[in-house]
């Protein structure tokens, strides 16, 4: 496994602690702005594996792809414009 991959688990991992954590923070009644700032630093590292994979796709299958000359270029090149406008929104 490459280090870009594990570093997408690492920050899943944490970001699932996180959640748990903010979890037993509702629980508890904690202060409301306390609880949103966890779940943004949650985000943050969902947002930071997300741009992980999506460089491990192009560093590979959209490269292998074009290198190959693959009938699936633009179909991959779809899927990273796709995704692109949804992490846009």
């Known amino acids: 496994m ?24 509702i629980e508890e009644e904690r202060y409301c702005i306390d609880v949103s700032n966890q779940i943004l630093a ?22 292998d792809a074009c290198y190959n000359n693959d009938t699936d270029t633009d179909e991959k090149m779809a899927e990273i414009i796709k995704i692109l406008e949804k992490t846009m929104k």
Not at 5 to 21: E, F, N, P, V, Y
Not at 42 to 63: D, G, M
């Open 2 to 25: 490459n280090t870009d991959k594990k570093k997408s688990i690492q920050s899943l991992k944490t970001a699932r602690g996180q959640i748990d954590g903010i979890i037993k923070m």
């Open 42 to 63: 949650a985000q943050s590292l969902l947002k930071k594996s997300n741009i992980l994979i999506l460089k491990q796709h192009l560093e590979h299958c959209v490269k």
